[in-house]
């Protein structure tokens, strides 16, 4: 007999490169369909491409509510969201004395509230029984000199998690949060341009390695999928036991790629 099965929906912001590109591809390997948000075209352009109809790929930027509301209706005329991955965000470095305030509000619009914006909306046209998971980072948890914003953007988005977790728990809806350590991606390619930074991180691991897009993948692949439908409020570390030591110095490392300074 044939099957009228639904295919599953999952929504994934920054979804055109780096960990989002990756989750995206885990996710239509596992069979779903993704409906990918980014403000990078060209990026979004290349998953249809490479996924056909797997993929309904929609500008998106995560800090403008009708632009995260308008991707989230997506899933309506697909029979609603069985997932959603809020994964947009970016860092950005500067002391707190020296930090601009636009810079400082930037990151917590895109990082924090740009989490929020995609809660509310995926939360809305999503079925009984989903699955969201935040993508945060080890700066949840470890603070590191010169990223005040960024830090406290992410650890912001574990509570705001934790939250959710209660709020949606009635519609059996779980809410998680994934927090990297170093990951290899073009966003993170500063630091593997500064002499010894990726030395530090991965000194300073237990498993001796930074991370590829696809180790984040495999965790939200589980967090979305059957075998984790009593996790939830979670916060779940995929930096290779980074937070059990240090976090690189990046002012001396910095300080050190701009040479001595004149007496």
């Known amino acids: 007999m044939a099957s009228d099965a639904r295919q599953r929906v999952a929504l994934v912001t920054g979804a055109a490169a780096g960990i989002g590109r990756s989750v995206t591809d885990r996710l239509v390997a596992d069979g779903m369909v993704v409906i990918a948000g980014d403000i990078d075209e060209a990026g979004l352009a290349a998953l249809r491409e490479h996924h056909g109809d797997q993929v309904v790929a929609q500008r998106c930027d995560v800090t403008d509510e009708s632009s995260v509301a ?18 947009a965000g ?8 020296d930090h601009p305030l636009e810079t400082w509000q930037e990151i917590m619009d895109l990082c924090l509230t740009g989490v929020f914006l995609t809660i509310k909306h995926a939360g809305r046209v999503m079925n009984d029984g989903g699955s969201i998971v935040n993508i945060a980072s080890l700066n949840a948890i470890q603070p590191a000199e010169g990223m005040a914003a960024y830090c406290t953007a992410k650890a912001g988005v574990a509570m705001l998690t934790k939250v959710a977790a209660m709020e949606l728990g009635h519609r059996a809806i779980r809410v998680n949060t994934v927090a990297p350590g170093l990951v290899e991606t073009a966003a993170t390619s500063g630091f593997f341009m500064v002499p010894g930074v990726v030395d530090e991180f991965v000194e300073n691991t237990t498993v001796g390695r930074f991370a590829q897009p696809g ?3 495999d965790m939200v692949s589980f967090l979305v999928g059957p075998q984790s439908t009593f996790v939830s409020a979670g916060f779940f570390s995929v930096d290779g036991g980074a937070s059990t030591k240090r976090y690189p110095d990046l002012p001396g490392a910095f300080s050190r790629l701009a040479g001595p300074t004149a007496s």
């Open 215 to 217: 180790d984040i993948a």
């Open 90 to 97: 970016k860092g950005a470095y500067g002391s707190i004395v």
């Open 70 to 87: 308008a991707l989230a209706e997506l899933a309506a005329a697909l029979g609603g969201l069985d997932a959603a991955v809020a994964n």
